[in-house]
């Protein structure tokens, strides 16, 4: 009888033990845009979709979100309820959500917490911060630029000039005067990342000043684009995600963020214990930046050529871009 009971308990644990091992992993992510936006929040949301069907599915990974959390006290407060609803991983994607990520982890020890685009963990043992080089490939849709104006005057229309946003821009003219010195360039920051008309009336005063090609940052730059719709012949450059399906005519390239490296690598670092206190940045170099050229642009070969070995230059470290 004794016998028998151990082996019963041993089976139990057995199944216990094989449960536990096919228990899924749990992520929650909040952002301050659609899902849908094209732009910066598409560019987490497809990523850890993309990580989840790796993985096998729901099965292996549970997703959940809260997406248009332009409000911080609302997003900070659903931070705190998925690490109370004992989510494994909660990331807060955007830069505005770092104060409450840092009160909140401090709570929730045993949660990892992942937000971005920043490098401050806080000093936390708990807390992922990553975010974008967007400066290289800003640099590169600024060449492309420098290369297609005919009017020599090229637009910018930013949200607020922090992050990633202004790492962007910043490379943006960066390549812009690498490839062409004499080439006006003309900024304008609307002090938000989600007001569209803002973004809009700031690409149609460019447009007036006589630009012929835009760029810009943030899920309200659907603003812009519309905007260089409406005159046509505007060219774009896009950034964050892949834009081409706004404008399929105007659309020459697109700086895109992959986050399923970054992801992947939180996920197992987890799984082998440990939960956070370190930086990912995306680069050209490791994959985390890429551009996305429009294959229904006809962009002149020799353009191309050139725009690909700048990619090559700035991932080798020939080519220099400052943040």
Known sequence: MKSRRLTAIALIAVLFAAAAVAAPIRIAVIMPSATTDLAFSQSMYSALLSVQKDMGGESALVLKHTDNMF?????????????????????????QYGSSVQEVAKDFPKVTFAWGTDVNTFGLSNVYAYTAAAEQGGFVNGFLAAKLTKSKKVGVTGPVKV????????????????????????????GSFSDVALMSAAAKTHIANGADSLTGSSQSVVGSIGAAKDKGGILWFGTQFEQTSLAPALVVA??????????????????????????????????????????????????????????????????????
Do not use: C
């Open 71 to 95: 409000n911080v006290p609302d997003a900070a407060a659903a931070i705190r309820d998925y690490a109370s609803q004992g989510f494994d991983v909660v990331i807060a994607h955007g830069s």
């Open 163 to 190: 992050g990633d946003a202004k790492t962007y821009v910043d490379g943006f003219l960066q390549g812009i005067q690498y490839a062409d010195k004499s080439i006006t360039v003309s900024e304008t920051w609307t």
């Open 254 to 323: 697109s700086q895109v963020y992959d986050w399923t490296a970054m992801l992947k690598e939180i996920i197992a670092k987890r799984k082998a214990g440990s939960l956070g206190g370190s930086t990912y940045v995306l680069t050209l170099a490791n994959g985390g930046l890429k551009i996305a050229y429009n294959p229904g642009y006809a962009l002149p070969a020799a353009i191309k050529t050139a725009a690909d070995a700048t990619i090559k230059s700035i991932a080798n470290g020939s080519i220099k871009v400052q943040p």
